[in-house]
């Protein structure tokens, strides 16, 4: 079992910038792949980044690159998520996961999840 905790979410204008951070315990946090998902209002989850376990390789879809960032620290068990130059559209609730796989974007390939951060970014 792996337990995650998000946190960071808030409100914040368009043009700024938020750090999410999401915390691991339970299950050998260097032994999964982490990811981010976003849900907004009447939409899907989408794949917004990923990472490797050791933090070497990293994935984005293509609306957040140049623009968000993904880390880890394995001696905090965290993974972050560097948000700079928000837009209103990536208003949603923010998800981590855990896979134990890298290089996927869909979201049954993560096998834990964290409950959420919302981000609300107004024009």
């Known amino acids: 079992q792996m337990q995650l905790v998000e946190s960071g979410g808030g409100l914040v204008q368009a043009g700024g910038s938020l750090r999410l951070s999401c915390v691991a315990s339970g299950r050998t946090f260097t032994s999964s792949a982490m990811g981010w998902f976003r849900q907004g209002p009447g939409k899907e989850r989408e794949f917004v980044a990923s990472?490797?376990?050791?933090?070497?390789?990293?994935d984005y879809t293509d609306s957040v690159k140049g623009r968000f960032t993904i880390s880890r620290d394995n001696a905090k068990n965290t993974v972050y998520l560097q948000m700079n130059s928000l837009k209103p559209e990536d208003t949603a609730a923010y998800y981590c996961?855990?896979?134990?796989?890298?290089?996927?974007?869909?979201?049954?390939?993560?096998?834990?999840w964290g409950q959420g951060t919302q981000v609300t970014v107004s024009s």
């Open positions: 996961g855990a896979s134990q796989t890298f290089g996927y974007r869909s979201s049954p390939w993560y096998g834990y």
């Open positions: 990472i490797s376990r050791t933090g070497s390789t990293t």
